[in-house]
Structure formats: structure tokens, C-alpha cells
């Protein structure tokens, strides 16, 4: 290999994408936005003749992407073809020629940009009213349970900013949104994982500085992440000793655990929760994915949670699962526990949902009660468009 003209190869493709930096540098060295441009470099260095991009911009500054989008041009005007996937109808009005719209993994429509709206573009996206395929009840929904006031992410960090929300007892609140618009994020801040840098956070009437996991924990906030294999679940562990992790004091004496004690409990959810397992010391990785986010949900329960804070709760599952889990989430507001629902999936959102949160860019862009809310609305919130 002759890795003089590669690194001189590698150095102008860099160049080529609007990168001045070392082509010996690590990647994981970069930030997340460098790390984007390298992989348009990548495509450029291989004379590619399609290039694929699926939501490129999502961790880009507005600069970066001016410069992103110069690099597309120039591809364009060398006869490179370009698949740009996004969201965001503004980048595709003025970085597109034509546009597929596909609804549910279906072709609804291809247009020439110049004459379509983007109100029409919304519009293909949504057509469709969800309500009815999901499970709900009735409840009443009772007193404040959650608020947040002004809660500004950690310096430096992902950005969260200026976000105040309320979840009450007994309620579902949907919180919707773009990739990149700060919802997990969130999420983080509120469950303890990280710092918030301003704001506050009330559980039941009392301050719960967000200061760590084990903390929110105890005061019963209980989490179900975006990733649970990843976040959620010790993968190699138990059932049994999965939901007993955050409650091994309560079932220590002088620092030994008592297994009885911790089956016990986990038994007790096994059966609440019908959760599809041979016995309660099956280990979690051969579990499905819907029996998998059971477990998740069984171990909050144990440590007594009375506000779920769920990201992308049905993500990986299968239908049947997915109903089962929403069945589960009307059963624990039945109870006067409140959820606080992140998904991507928007009739998700409208069908769960008793009020509906948009994010975008980290702050709250709007508001919407159940009854009010449509895809459309929701849609048009998350693109800044007016609704």
C-alpha cells in the first residue's frame, strides 16, 4: 500500500468535503458533526455515484450545514446522484430537486419540488386518523405529579433549553419530536444521568435535585431507556437479579442479599406483568424484545416508581408486544402513576397520548391537548412550521 498517496488522497476528499484536519487524526477524536463530514469524504473518496444520506444534518450547526450542503451541490454538478433523507422540508426545498414521500414503508407520491407545497408535503405524511388502534382507558387524571421549570442542559453538552413541562397523575404525556430536537436528552437530565447546568425538577411537591440515577430511584422515578440493551438491562444477568438491582437493600441484612427475598419479588412481577419467561432465573438475553422492556418496566415497579419516564417504549417490538405495553401503561395510570412518553412514532404519540409536548432544537415548541392533536399539527410544531 502506498500510504504516502493515500494520506494525499485521503487529505483532498477531506478538502473536497469542506475538512481541514489531519487525515492521521483518530475519528473518535472528533465531534459528532466532524465525524458526518468524514463519512461524505469517505463517499467522495471513492467516486461514488449514488450517495445515500439519511438525516445528515440532525447534529449539524447551521454553518455546518451551509457547508454540507456546498458539498452536495458541487456533487450534484459532477453528476453524483444524491438520496437525502430528512424530516425537514426546508433543507429538502432548497437542497432538492424532486421528493419521494413513502407513508407506513409505502410510495404515497413523487414530486417535482417546485411544484409542491410543503403544507401538501405534511399533509402526505400524516392522512390518517390512529386513535382508534390503541388501547385506552378512561381514568381520571388527578393532581400535578411532575414539573419541570426551566431546565437547561449540562455546559457544553447536549442542548436542553428553557424546558418546563407538567405530567400529572394518572396522565400520559407524549413528548414528540425530530431526531437531534433534545428529547432524550431530557430524559438524561430528568432521571439523574446528567447534570443540568439550570432549572428544576419537582416529584410529588418535593425538589429532586437531579444529581444521580440512584437518587431519582429513590424519590420513584423509574426509566425505560431509548437502548434497554444497552441502558436498561444487565444482559448476562437474570430475571430474578435484573429487577432486584435497584432494591438490594431492601432485601440485604448485614450486606448479604436474601435470594429468597429477591425471587420473591421478582416472581410477584413475572405474574403481574405476564412476563413469557420459563422461570424467573432465565437470563434476559434469550428473551424476546417486547418480554425484554417487561423486565424493565418490572424492575421500576419494584423499586416503587411512581413516574415512568419511557423513551421510544415500544422500539424493537413486535405488534402483539406493543399492544401489551400500552395495555401496561394504562394499567399504571389506572393506578395514578404518570408517564412521561418520548417516541419517533407519531400515531403512537396521538393514540397513547393525553397531552402531547413538541420539541425542537431542545426547547418545547409547542403544546397540544390529545383532542386538539393530529399528525399534521404535531409535524408541522417539530419543523417550525406555524400550526
Known sequence: IDRRRLEADARQSLRDAGLDIDPQR????????????????????????????????????????????????????????????????????????????????????????????TGDLVRLMANRDVRDHFPRRRGAIGEELLRIDHLCGPSGGPVVNDVSLVVRRGEIVG???????????????????????????????????????????????????EDRKRHGLVMTLSVCENIGLPNLARWSRGGIVSRRAERAEADRWVGELRI???????????????????????RALAADAKLFVMDEPTRGVDVGAKVEIYELMNRLTDAGAGILMISSELPEVLGMSDRIYVMRRGRIEAEFDASAASEERVLQAALGLAC
Open 26 to 117: 483518530r475519528v473518535d477524536r472528533l465531534g459528532i458533526a466532524e465525524q458526518q463530514m468524514v463519512e461524505v469524504a469517505k463517499a467522495l473518496f471513492r467516486h461514488a455515484r449514488v450517495i445515500v444520506m439519511d438525516e445528515p444534518t440532525s447534529a449539524l450547526t447551521v454553518r455546518e450545514i451551509d457547508r454540507l450542503f456546498g458539498v452536495i451541490r458541487r456533487v450534484t454538478a459532477a453528476s453524483v446522484a444524491v438520496v437525502y433523507i430528512s424530516h425537514r422540508m426546508r433543507e429538502l426545498t432548497e437542497i432538492g430537486d424532486r421528493v419521494t414521500v413513502l407513508r407506513d414503508g409505502r410510495n404515497v407520491g413523487t414530486f417535482t419540488l417546485s411544484d409542491v407545497s
Open 175 to 225: 413528548l414528540a419530536g425530530l431526531m437531534g430536537a433534545g428529547r432524550t436528552e431530557l430524559a438524561r437530565i430528568i432521571i439523574g444521568a446528567d447534570p443540568p447546568s439550570a432549572g428544576n425538577v419537582v416529584l410529588d411537591g418535593r425538589p429532586v435535585p437531579p444529581s444521580s440515577p440512584r437518587r431519582a430511584i429513590r424519590a420513584g422515578i423509574g426509566f425505560l431507556p
Open 276 to 298: 413469557k419467561t420459563p422461570h424467573a432465573g432465565e437470563r434476559v438475553v434469550r428473551l424476546s424484545g417486547g418480554t425484554q422492556q417487561k423486565v424493565v418496566l418490572a
